[in-house]
């Protein structure tokens, strides 16, 4: 982090005589659909995740209305079976990634000096596709014989033998997804690479834009590898292919080879760009650099490397040779080392700093807390012979959803908070902030630590009835969920707000010890920033 | 400040009525397609054929329309050096993404061989797999009898394979010359070697197309026999449809060349081209050893 953050007096931020040369914003709808501005669609983007985060919300909220009590009582299992589907897809695909990407542009382009991404007519192509892909893959529900109900993992024969026939559309819709996703990495890294402000040398870079970099070649490099494993889905279903039917010499297993080998580096994808969010935000209420920003670095490209070697800890169950247990057992522990270093240096950093605990810095030590009890369940599925008995449980719920939800989403809470006043240039309203914060916080430790203990007990994922012995646990899990869904809606209101421009204006910096190029331009960042590229010393 | 001296003008394009398009586009694409293949599987009428022509025919006026703005703001010089960069990178990775779509089908043609179907007939530990599911399976590659009793022929390397293996071959010379062409400037040179690298193309697609007849008709080699069938037609097939794309990508090259454009410092779309030409030669040559060959 060295030099950006330590210098801002000698750093050019060239803008400021510049702006009177552009003209702001286009006025009307228009603006948004037309649109070649990083700032504009980064705010789709993160509408947009919001959004989704809302509807797969409720999906969760009709699982859990289910499961309050044993029994069959609110829906049939075929629909149960849609909503925890669906609630995946749309929490993976439309609310996490696009949340991320929407961060990405704002804030990359901003914070390496950059005049906007470096494809912009591409990137508003990226973001478009996605309220199309949905729309295809939400209606889908409503067609005859419902929609995709064999889990987001789409594990053949499920989604082959036993699927009904909109999984062609759940195909093509996860296909635009994908090309949506590799053209919107491909221009992250491509303004990672080529767009840097004279000066600003790879290892200055902030640690969003470094996490952001490694995601996005991970996202280029599994994307398509999806795209492959749905292609032999709808080919194996429609067209009579066996690539995962035995009889004809292919293999079950190999779907849950070619998805998992995607879907390992894509569960970092959602992380990554966590753990860059953390490094910028815990340093500024420390008001101290970041400890060990090399070692971060290396730690979020090792991450990245080891996880293209560790997808198969997905299927312990699934009868591999014990050999290849063995291997996948131990290097998925090895990644809690690189991990490791991260929570360590986010802790030294905070480490006899001047630490104030404004609401970014709330979510991010619940992050670093919470996370960690995420990583620490991780680290237990790892262990071959454990799994065994937690494989399809809910400690798997527990530990995904400890990563994602107070992981991933609360990283994705700090950062809007922590940026917010940036972009609309107004404080937001604090005291609903707090609300929210503490609000889900209480919520989400109610919704998802007792699934540890049902999970150990034994109680089955993605089943829509269960044992009398785990009644009272789901009653409390429902509770936490309802709260936890109920308080976001705070959120929601905290955000009209802010986008209102109610508030109290903000100075450049907004927080006292936040350091960077983004805190350098004025608040709120005008609509074209860095025309002539500032020089990082 | 020496540094806003060689500082360029990255050029941020005013809004674009393309990129809504092309979502558009690709919503017909997958509506209709999704539909599309339901109907087809079941021999119902439907509208999803006509809604995936749509989204097609969208889709192509997108690419003309977009790619027509890109090359009158190249040829008015608003284009600078770091732009071309951006360019020549956001190709770069996007080929990357396509080596790791080719990667996912053949990683299922390596499990296949290597490990589902020598585990149906009984190795490692699986001597029960073979026992109880299908006892008279012995496991062999190619596999021209399937566990479920699928009968097959394998397709040789020789003959026409081999033949289209060098076609392929030659044709990325043919295009490296017309590249020498355009980066000396030699516009006869661009023609004379632009235009025989897209016969090979069309040839080798010609031959594709015969060798799939062949393999139909003669060779009882269908989409449905079983793995075996399943990557070949999967690899082949997708290969094909780059090879499709890449022609079509040469053919537009060689109608801009006859409109004068490409000059040795500005000619991007070129480069881009026989980039994609190059890779889906190499795709062929991994093909052609592990499908064919192998």
């Known amino acids: 982090m060295a030099t950006v953050t330590n210098t801002p007096a000698d750093t050019h931020t060239a803008d400021h005589g510049h702006d009177d ?121 409503f067609l005859e014989g419902g929609g995709p109900n064999f889990g987001w993992t789409f594990y053949a024969p499920l989604s082959t033998t036993y699927s009904g026939d909109s999984t062609a559309l759940f195909v093509f819709s996860v296909h ?62 429609f067209f009579g292919t066996s690539f995962f039917d035995a009889a004809g010499g292919g293999d079950p297993v190999m779907f849950q080879h070619i998805f998992w080998f995607f879907g390992h580096p894509e569960v ?113 599925l790892a262990i071959t012979p454990v799994d065994f008995q937690y494989h399809d449980t809910y400690f798997v719920v527990a530990h995904f959803h400890y990563v994602l939800v107070t992981g991933a989403v609360f990283s994705i809470m700090a950062a809007v908070y922590y940026w917010l006043p940036k972009w609309t240039g107004k404080m937001f309203d604090v005291t609903l902030a707090k609300w929210h914060f503490w609000c889900s916080l209480i919520s989400v430790n109610v919704l998802f630590f007792p699934m540890h203990f049902v999970g150990l007990a034994g109680m089955p994922r993605r089943i829509p009835d269960y044992a009398l012995q785990f009644a009272d646990f789901n009653k409390w899990i429902s509770i936490g969920g309802f709260a936890f869904g109920l308080s976001q809606l705070i959120f929601l209101v905290l955000i009209v707000k802010a986008c209102r421009k109610q508030g109290e204006p903000v100075t450049d910096q907004v927080w006292e010890g936040a350091e960077g190029l983004e805190w350098e331009i004025p608040s709120p960042a005008p609509y074209h920033t860095f025309d002539t590229p500032p020089v990082v010393k | 400040m020496e540094h806003t001296e060689k500082y360029e003008k990255y050029y941020v394009p005013a809004q674009s009525v393309w990129p809504i398009v092309g979502a558009l586009a690709l919503f017909l ?120 009793g699928i009968q097959t022929t394998a397709m040789g390397w020789y003959g026409l394979p081999l033949a289209n293996t060098i076609i392929l071959l030659v044709s990325s010379v043919t295009l490296h010359f017309a590249h020498v062409g355009v980066e000396q400037n030699k516009r006869g040179q661009i023609k004379a070697w632009l235009g025989i690298t897209i016969l090979l193309g069309l040839v080798f697609l010609v031959l594709q197309g015969y060798e799939y007849y062949h393999a ?54 070129f480069q881009a081209g026989s980039w994609y030409w190059h890779f889906v030669d190499v795709v062929w040559l991994m093909l052609f050893f592990f499908v064919y060959i192998l």
Do not use: C
């Open chain 1, 21 to 141: 040369h552009h003209h702001g914003a286009p006025k009307g709808i228009l603006r948004w659909v037309l649109t070649t501005n990083h700032k504009d669609i980064g705010t789709l983007y993160l509408w947009f995740a919001f959004i989704m985060f809302l509807v797969g919300g409720a999906m969760a909220m009709v699982i859990r209305a289910e499961l309050f009590q044993p029994g069959l009582q609110i829906v049939d299992p075929n629909f149960f079976n849609q909503m925890t589907t669906v609630h995946g897809l749309i929490m993976v695909f439309g609310a996490v990634m696009p949340a991320f990407t929407g961060l990405a542009n704002w804030l990359v382009p901003m914070m390496i000096g950059a005049p906007d991404m470096a494809l912009p007519r591409m990137n508003n192509w990226s973001f478009w596709i996605l309220p199309f892909a949905f729309l295809i893959l939400l209606s889908s529900l």
């Open chain 1, 176 to 237: 635009i997804m994908g090309i949506s996703s590799i053209m919107g990495a491909i221009n992250v890294i491509v303004t990672i690479l080529n767009m840097r402000a004279p000066g600003m040398t790879l290892m200055k870079m902030p640690m969003f834009v470094w996490t952001w970099l490694i995601t996005a070649f991970l996202l280029i490099a599994v994307m398509p590898v999806l795209a492959a494993a749905v292609t032999m889905v709808l080919t194996d279903k």
């Open chain 1, 268 to 380: 970092y994808i959602m992380i990554l760009p966590a753990f860059g969010i953390i490094s910028q935000i815990v340093p500024t209420f420390s008001r101290k650099k970041l400890f060990g920003y090399a070692s971060m670095v290396y730690a979020t490209a090792s991450i990245a490397l080891l996880s293209f070697i560790v997808w198969a800890h997905h299927m312990f169950t699934t009868g591999m040779p014990v050999g290849a247990e063995m291997f996948f057992m131990f290097a998925t522990m090895l990644i809690s080392v690189p991990t490791g270093v991260k929570v360590f240096n986010w802790v030294a950093t905070m480490w006899r700093g001047s630490l104030t605990f404004e609401i970014p810095m709330m979510f991010a030590i619940a992050f670093i807390v919470l996370f960690t009890i995420g990583g620490l369940s991780g680290l237990m």
């Open chain 2, 29 to 148: 694409i997958a509506v209709g397609a999704g539909n599309y293949v339901v109907e087809v599987t079941r021999g119902e009428s439907g509208f999803g054929g006509y809604v995936l022509a749509t989204g097609l025919f969208i889709l192509f006026v997108m690419v003309f329309g977009w790619f027509k703005d890109q090359i009158h703001e190249s040829m008015s010089g608003m284009y600078s050096a770091q732009l071309g960069r951006s360019y020549r990178q956001g190709m770069a990775w996007f080929i990357f993404s396509e080596v790791m779509f080719f990667a996912g089908f053949f990683g299922a043609l390596f499990y296949a061989r290597v490990i589902a179907i020598p585990w149906l007939g009984g190795a490692s530990n699986n001597a029960m797999t073979n026992e109880v599911l299908w006892p008279s399976f012995e496991a062999m590659w190619p596999l021209v009898s399937t566990p479920g």
């Open chain 2, 216 to 269: 139909y008709t003669d060779l009882g080699l269908t989409l449905q026999s079983g793995i075996y069938g399943n990557t070949f037609f999967l690899l082949t097939g997708f290969h094909g449809m780059h090879v499709t794309l890449g022609t079509i990508i040469l053919i537009v090259l060689f109608l801009r060349v006859f409109k004068g454009h490409f000059t040795p410092d500005n000619h991007f779309a």
